[in-house]
C-alpha cells in the first residue's frame, strides 16, 4: 500500500475551502441584485459578472485540487481516479466557457454536466473491480462497496435537487452550493482514509520484524545462552 504524503492532505483541504471562499468573495462584489440562494456559481464567473477573475481563478484551483488527488490516491483503484481525473478537467475547462450573459450554452452546459457527472459517479468507482486487478483484502473504510455506493447515492440526490431547481424552483443557487460543498469534502475525507490505513498497514509490518528482532537478537550478539559456562549436575 502506497503512503498518502501529506501535502496531498493539504491540497485536499484547499479544495472546499477555494469553493466557499470564492463564491463568497465574488458575490459580494456582484450588485445587490444577485441572490446566493436563487443564482449559480457560473453567474459569477461569465462576462456578465463584476470581477469574474474570482471565480475562475478558483474553479481553475479546484480542479487543480481534484487532478492532485486523483494523481495520488492510489488506493481508491484506477476507475476512481480517472473518474476523479475527468472532473478536474472538465472543471477547470469550465472557464473556457462560460455561460453567457442571455440565454444558455450548450458547450457550458455540456462541460459542467461532465464535470458534474464525474465527480459524482467518483466514489461508485472504487466499488468497481477491473479484469486481472488485485483483490484487496480489506480496503480503506471510504473505498469498501456499501460506503461507495452510499456516499455516490447521496451525491447524486443532491445533484437531482439541483436539477430540479434548475426546472422549476427558485433555490438553484442553494442546491448548487450545497451539492458542490459535499462533492469537494469527499476527496478529502478518502484521502484521509487512505492515510489512516497505510499508517495501520505499515505498524502491521513493522510489529513481527520487531518480534523476530527480539527472538533472535541484535546482529553480532550471540543467542540468549550463548557463552555461559555450563552447570554440570
Do not use: K, N
Not at 473556457?96 to 464525474?118: K, Y
Amino acid at each position: 500500500m502506497r503512503a498518502v504524503p501529506g501535502w496531498a492532505v493539504a491540497t485536499a483541504t484547499a479544495a472546499p475551502v477555494l469553493l466557499v471562499a470564492g463564491w463568497t468573495v465574488a458575490a459580494a462584489r456582484q450588485p445587490s441584485g444577485y441572490d446566493p440562494v436563487r443564482d449559480t456559481l457560473s453567474e459569477l464567473a461569465g462576462p456578465g459578472a463584476t470581477d469574474p477573475w474570482i471565480m475562475t481563478g478558483c474553479l481553475v484551483l479546484l480542479g487543480c485540487c481534484y487532478l492532485t488527488t486523483a494523481a495520488v490516491l492510489h488506493a481508491a483503484g484506477l476507475p476512481a481516479r480517472f473518474l476523479l481525473a475527468v472532473g478536474g478537467a472538465a472543471t477547470v475547462a469550465l472557464i473556457a466557457f462560460p455561460r453567457p450573459r442571455v440565454g444558455g450554452s450548450l458547450a457550458h452546459g455540456t462541460v459542467a454536466t461532465v464535470a458534474v457527472l464525474a465527480l459524482v459517479l467518483w466514489p461508485a468507482g472504487a466499488a468497481l473491480r477491473l479484469p486481472g486487478a488485485a483483490v484487496r483484502a480489506e480496503p480503506p473504510w471510504a473505498f469498501r462497496r456499501p460506503v461507495a455506493l452510499a456516499v455516490t447515492t447521496l451525491l447524486l440526490a443532491l445533484f437531482g435537487w439541483f436539477v430540479v431547481e434548475v426546472t422549476g424552483g427558485s433555490r438553484t443557487g442553494l442546491a448548487e452550493r450545497v451539492s458542490a460543498v459535499a462533492v469537494a469534502l469527499w476527496p478529502l475525507l478518502a484521502l484521509l482514509s487512505a492515510r489512516r490505513a497505510h499508517r495501520r498497514w505499515s505498524a502491521a509490518q513493522v510489529a513481527p520484524a520487531h518480534r523476530a528482532g527480539g527472538r533472535a537478537g541484535r546482529p553480532g550478539e550471540p543467542p540468549a545462552g550463548a557463552g555461559r559456562p555450563a552447570t554440570g549436575g
